[in-house]
């Protein structure tokens, strides 16, 4: 019996639990909790024992937390199930895992594909019209991330574990997780590419400004290098927004010793961003507590959110179609071996009610194009199922 077949059998369950593999890392991590996920309305980060994190991206929904009464890592989910893992789901969860008779060797890969209709490019690119009149007309009103959950069936022979070991596969350099979150009844399957808030064992506190965005292919389909991708003024003014966002976020606590790395730019699967890195030795600063205190300035940061803070809020919670949930919050683990790794959820998919919803947001400034910034949404669903 391998890990991918236990798990399936678990994902039927009450029991909620989170995969998870960081950036440039072989390791897949497992946390699988014997209660419920809880509910927390306040994240302090301090206070919470080791598991993983969901939060979504308005303040007052309510952020999921699995305890991490079991915390594994696995080198492949390919591989016989750890002795480990299986006493635990016998002992604590009172479980039998069944002997599965399909064989064990990976499927092939359960293409998804989506059309988008007119009507849905004409209502998007009305609202990105809407949101450039008000960011014209209104002096301090400079940029807002609009967004759109486009829902498809689920397809045939879909699994949502070899899914999430595929996307693994696919993006090295991205944070992959599927966290399967049972009182709510959605499974989220992502590949993000940004940082929210990180704290290592050394004390190290990590952010980033992640905006701008580019198809990583050429007209002909060649991948572009980093080193030669070209931005417009409109991407280079749009991602300093945000990393200006984060360095007034540092101000208001008197961080003054950051390091500033970038903007560089960086490949994120299909797509290209520009990526400005802030990093802080909270020891040296005396400072432990930094990680809480930032992420509580910084969500939701003009990345997902806009600039200012709250007319981007009040404009997203007026205009936008649908109610994000989960989407655009961030999730992790956190203090398990006293490292924190938050990512925001973005490049990810919920699977609920027999339906799977992908969601893509983008930046509107005063100088948008609707259409262009309807086919960065397009690029950036395609992400988690290309
Ligand atoms: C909102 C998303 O992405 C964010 C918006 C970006 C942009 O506007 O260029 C780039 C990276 C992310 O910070 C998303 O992927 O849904």
Redesign the pocket.
Known sequence: MNTLQTLKQLMTGQFPFALWRLPNQKDINLVLSSNQEQKVFKTDLEELPGGFLMTPFEDSEASHFILADLWVQLTSLNEQTPEKVLTFIEEELGLVITENQTPSKSKPEVKINFLSEAGEQRAFEELVERAVTKIEETDSFQKV?L?RKKEIDIPENFDALEHFRSICQKYASLFCSLVYLPQENQIWIGASP?ILVTQDDQGIFETMA????QSAYDQNGELISCSEALWRQKEIE?QALVSRYIINCFKKIRVREFDEIGPKTIQAGNLM?LQTTFKVDSHKINFPQIASVMLELLHPTS??CGMPKEEALGFIKENEPYNRGLY?GYLGPVNLNQRTTLF?N??SLCIADHKISL?????ITADSVPEKEWK?TEM?LKTIIG
């Open positions: 991330v967004s940004e992640l905006a701008g965005t749009e961003h990345a997902v655009s925001v973005l490049r969601f893509g947001g983008c930046g960065e950036k």
